[in-house]
């Protein structure tokens, strides 16, 4: 048994639809699918998520907002009219949109905006049945309360609660094809919560690990997964296979084409992910497994992001203060940041945090207190930084990969902020002005993946 999901792009217009449900249809092992709200169609277009947000934060700042609910009606409407759909079945599907939307009595604004973001991927899941049935196919709708998908009660973050698993084992049994809206679960109260931003993907992996699929096929609207950013670099390598910890890595450092929560549901459940491409199903995608067989390349990928700031600390004998990392976590912690690196000296620390959680009068509160509360040297932050990431299981097992990559970079004219190689090994993080951020990965690709450098553009 196969769970099959299928991202925004796939789902942006009828004409993608029916290339889902054919892909849907040429493997009867594809029985439990899961699905995003449409997509772009192209790229000046707006994702039905972004346009049910504008819409619930317009709502509530002024109790209507016509115009963003006339372009959900009409995304929708256009897709069933697409499918050959009749009135007799839509008009039910968008009488249920319409009374999300149009809510009499909001109890609390987070709880209405989760409520009608999850209405892109609860109506297209029933159209998506829907136009399956009509096909001949046995398939149903299965909404995710019903179904026992049920999560923590943090809008717009939902964590998947173990007893979900359980519940959603049962689908198994379901006889025809599943067709269940990815984003969002209930709280076990019947109260409805959406997972982060991209959450179908979590989705997707809850259900295969729930249903102890053979494979989650993850469907999306690239070939694979590339080795670098293919917007920097044109037709980069393609990745046939990964672990799961390499693939962590490269999510949480830029690469987007899979959320980074969820692999833990495969992960913990051994399930290989497949990322495959809609517009090219027959291509092999990219499998995430738990181990990978062939590790001829010491380095998988190279990832980068952007938007990070450094809080640097330092003291004279540091390292022999009892608590003073504790202490100083313990600040941050106060302030209710999560830090993402800690690299450190014998005399120094810098913490690694999102610039966007550091605001200025958090930085401003911050450094009061280091300064008062641990007597310290020096502190300063930094903005305006960007992390590299090369990753690759192989580093284990090679002697001077960091040699390789600190030489490509000197060459290429990019100062080192600050360098962390992770305990696991399997990544070794640069930290590097943003603007040199390009310049860094284009010579990390040169590097491991051209054999023979090639001068880069940028
Ligand atoms: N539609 C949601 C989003 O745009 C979830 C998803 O597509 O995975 O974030």
Redesign the pocket.
Known sequence: MKVVKF??TSLASAEQIKKVCRIIRDDADRRIVVV??P?KRDKADT????LLIRYAERYLDEGAAEHEKSAIFRRFEEIAEGLGLSPDITEPIMADLHEVLSARKVESPTRFIDMV?AA??DTCAKLVAQYLQSLGEEAQYVNPYEAGLYVSDEAGNAQVLPVAYENLHSLRERSGIVVFP??FGYTPEGMLVT?S?????ITGSILAAAVKAHVYENFTDVDSVYAVNPNLVENPKEIREITYREMRELSYSGFSVF?DEALIPAYEAGIPVNIKNTNNPTAPGTMIVAERKSHKNIVSGIASDRGFCSLYVSKYLMNREIGFGRRLLQILEEEGLSYEHTPSGIDNISVILRETALTVEKEKRIVERVREELAVDDISVERQLALVMIVGEGMRQSVGTSARATLALARAQVNLEMINQGSSEVSMMFGVKEVDVDRAVLALYDEFFQPEPVVSQR
Do not use: L, N
């Open positions: 991202g925004g995003s709200a997509g994702k039905v998520t972004d973001k892109g991927e990815g984003f997972f931003r991209g959450g179908s993907d959320h």
